[in-house]
């Protein structure tokens, strides 16, 4: 059961490239649609397949959500709608927790990955599990992780 939050923190894909990109491939075919063609044949209709492929892309797009929340029990990380069950890392299997920056291509995009959840920007929790594997989180507040970080491992010194 989960105790009381200490941090939570909840991105969006809302990078401006990345949305004036579809919006260009979306004026982009209207283009071809509407002004190339005399649209409002049977044919030509045919050829709004391509917008209406990249409609439901779109709206998926804009609602999956990445949200991590840090409790004295672990971190739970959801991915909305990709992950149909929050994942939870318990401070038990964990050897450290720091923040870092890392490179996009270390984990070949955003999203959810071997080794990584991100959305967004170049900065991240590392786990490092006592089993040796690591994992990343992204995040847009490392600062604010990492002083939540420095209290839980201050706490635990201080009960131990």
Known sequence: MKTSVLYSEKQYFRQWWLWLLLAALIGFILYKIVIEKNFGTAKNALELT?????????????????????TKE????????????????????????????????EFGGWGIRLGAYNVS????????????????????????????????????KTTN
């Open 74 to 105: 672990g971190i739970y990380v959801s991915f909305y709608p990709l992950l149909l069950k929050t994942k939870f890392y318990s401070w038990e299997k964990i050897q450290s927790a720091q923040t870092k920056k890392y490179k996009f291509s």
């Open 50 to 70: 391509p917008l209406l492929l990249l409609i439901p892309f779109i709206i998926g797009l804009w609602m999956i959500n990445m949200e991590t929340e840090i």
């Open 121 to 156: 920007g170049n900065k991240g929790l590392e786990l490092i599990f006592k089993d040796g594997t690591k994992l990343i989180i992204g995040t847009q507040q490392p600062e604010k992780i990492q002083t939540v970080i420095n209290q839980i491992y201050t706490d635990a």
